[in-house]
């Protein structure tokens, strides 16, 4: 354990004086961030291009489906009172210690023990996550496309426990271990969804790997949901500092990003042309860079539907400013010849654009208040009339009567 951590150190200084070197503009051979040469211009022009699409496409869709979400949330929370799990301050500054510890054990795993048990199982834990996150994804489409003439029948299937005898209230209700509702559509969706999961099960093909991780992104941009600015502000800056160090300052996540075998990341053969679907040569472009930039997008959007107005200029002014960061980070990269953190570009964009744009048109204030779901303050008729029912049963009976009898002297 200590021989391992000594070489973590000693990797810090060897990656820092390199970083140096290469900020310089040091010349190198023609390599990408996986150490392999390209095989053309034209299909490493392919390659990211593609790459930039595909990180656009889950962020685009998944906030329009976040807004959905939000409001489905909404309405639950208007009928139970249960207000909806979101990320507070808090959690947006704990998730970059956490997932700082979460990435340092998996390199530390990948030291010590074979990579090849540990990815046995990482690749069966995700594999069932990517039947859910495909079935749901894919939902909507497919039943779109079934034909009406195949019955849409509702199922239930739930495991309740029954109530115990004694002990409190809570106790003796009804507790569902289970409850999930679904259609012949939603069997359908699963099954197709299967079928993915156990090809890449089986082949680990890049573009069972790409279906799989554009279901993660998109499903992930949809659910997590940040309640107000401040929260993506600490999250995306926290982020920021977390992905400089572990790129430049180690070689701990490129370690773990290259013996991690599981559909965490997209991909797409820079030597499709020459080599075609069994090409080998990947740029690859973690779903971190996606998902984390993604969430605070679609809060914009969701900023933007609460203002009531026509247009939608926040999500869609930081929706090109991702596109610039990713931009920038590809060119950065192939400029230094070196792997470069995306957050680096991203996040100055992604929280630049809206803070700048609010201070134009004057919706500062709106932005930095608004949140998913607020809470709900007492209004001051509410509040006068708990006052007064709280003065008429704190006076006693006998004062009561005492002011009836004086209102009827009066009278």
Known sequence: MADVVEEVIVQIKENLTATAVDGAGDEGSPTNATGKTPSTPEGMALAYGTLVVMALLPIFFGSLRSVKHHKEQSTAF?????????????????FPIMASCALFGLYMFFKIFSKDNINYLLTGYFFFLGVM?????????????IPASIPKIPYHLSFVQGPQEGGDKKSKEKKYLIDYRFTTHDVVCFIVALIISVWYLVQKHWIANNLLGLSFAVNGVELLHLNNIATGCILLCGLFVYDIFWVFGTNVMVTVAKSFEAPIKIVFPQDLMT?????????????????????????????????KRKSKTYFYATFIAYFIGLLATIFVMHVFKHAQPALLYLVPACLGTPLLLAVLKGDLKKLLAYEDHPEEKPSKEKATKNTNTNTEKSTPPAKKETKKKEVKKAK
């Open 133 to 145: 996150a495909l079935s749901h994804l894919l939902s909507p489409v497919i039943s779109s496309l």
């Open 78 to 94: 208007a009928k139970t009172g249960e207000k909806p799990d979101t990320m507070s301050s808090k959690d947006a500054m704990m």
């Open 275 to 307: 080599n075609g679907l069994s090409a080998s040569n990947f740029a690859v472009l973690g779903l971190g860079d996606i998902v984390i930039p993604g969430i605070f997008i679609a809060l914009l959007l969701r900023f933007d539907n609460s203002l």
